[in-house]
């Protein structure tokens, strides 16, 4: 299983990206997929889970209401929709397998090489 995490960049507060994930694996519809984050000097925290089929998903209190995660397996894709960004947004942002819906994952999982998100005006 590979993953694969771009679109992030810099932008002001208030701004948007999106992010997508592509993940290279033989059944991605029945695979969970979650992004996590990682600002300098701080531990890694999950952002937002999905389930296979996209009728779960689970957001961090302090993203809820601002980002947004869908997956279109066809593409073998999972976007992280971010709005109205704020500068504790900033750090890597990385998508990872096997996401458990509270901000953790089961081990072993897989993790994409993260892309960097820098909020700042």
């Known amino acids: 299983v590979q993953l694969q995490a771009s679109g992030g960049g810099l932008v002001q507060p208030g701004g948007y990206l999106t992010l997508a994930c592509i993940v290279t694996?033989?059944?991605?519809?029945?695979?969970?997929i979650g992004w996590f984050r990682q600002a300098p000097g701080k531990e890694r925290e999950g952002v937002s889970c999905i389930s296979s089929s996209s009728a779960r998903t689970w957001y961090a209190d302090s993203v809820k209401g601002r980002f947004h995660i869908s997956r279109d397996n066809a593409k073998n894709t999972v976007y992280l929709q971010m709005n109205n960004l704020k500068p504790e947004d900033t750090a890597t942002y990385y998508c990872?397998?096997?996401?458990?819906?509270?901000?953790?994952?089961?081990?072993?999982?897989?993790w994409g090489q993260g892309t960097q998100v820098t909020v700042s005006s």
């Open positions: 694996v033989y059944t991605l519809d029945q695979e969970v």
């Open positions: 990872a397998t096997d996401c458990d819906y509270t901000g953790s994952y089961y081990p072993p999982n897989y």
